[in-house]
């Protein structure tokens, strides 16, 4: 089996450098151009199922690959949001810092633990995430080529948990927005066979 995380396009809340998790912003003109030059990027690919977040951003990704297989599988689900930063949702790194230095910094040393102000935790986050895997491993045959458009955060869970097996990659990776990863399920585990870019 063969999945492809991608990350929404740009929002004018990545332009600001925003804390964005649950807050529904939707893609801005550069965010619709990348992910229509990723869709065509991708048209030519054996895509057999679609699953998106259902944040509004994701869900405009989304729609831009499913123009070019409308007989996909697709499904829209809360499972694939970002992380719920809570009271930080829509703060730059210097406004959170103001408010909160030493909740961010205990939240960057251990998120399993430590979720931001009133948000999530990444143990909760990755009990989703799993829960996600595991269904479209049980739903899929093994010969299936799978998109998944999610979020940065969920990106880096992907990363370090399906690709490089070490929570200490998570921050680590570049993800830019409109862009991802082609992965594939060995014997070994999940192994890295491509990244993606929107060509923006």
Not at 47 to 69: G, M
Not at 97 to 102: F, I, N
Not at 118 to 130: P, Y
Not at 182 to 192: A, V
Request: aromatic letters at 10%; glycine letters at 8%.
């Amino acid at each position: 089996m063969r999945l492809i995380w991608l990350r929404h396009g740009e929002t004018d809340g990545n332009v600001r450098r925003l804390y964005i998790g649950h807050r529904d912003l939707p893609l801005n003109a550069s965010g619709q151009k990348q992910t229509e030059q990723l869709a065509k990027r991708l048209s030519r690919e054996p895509i057999t199922a679609i699953y998106t977040s259902d944040l509004i951003r994701a869900k405009q990704s989304a729609q831009k690959l499913l123009a070019y297989f409308p007989h996909a599988r697709y499904q829209v689900t809360p499972l694939l949001r970002e992380c719920d930063f809570g009271e930080w949702d829509g703060l730059t790194y210097d406004e959170i810092c103001a408010r909160d230095r030493e909740g961010f910094e205990r939240w960057f040393q251990d998120p399993f633990h430590h979720p931001p102000a009133k948000g999530e935790t990444m143990t909760k986050m990755d009990r989703r995430l799993h829960q996600l895997v595991e269904r479209i491993e049980r739903d899929h045959q093994e010969d299936e080529l799978i998109a998944i458009v999610t979020h940065g955060g969920p990106m880096r869970w992907a990363w370090a948990k399906l690709i490089k097996r070490d929570w200490q990659a998570m921050w680590n990776v570049r993800i830019p927005t409109g862009g991802g990863w082609m992965i594939e399920k060995k014997k070994s585990g999940w192994q890295l066979l491509q990244t993606i870019e929107s060509g923006e």
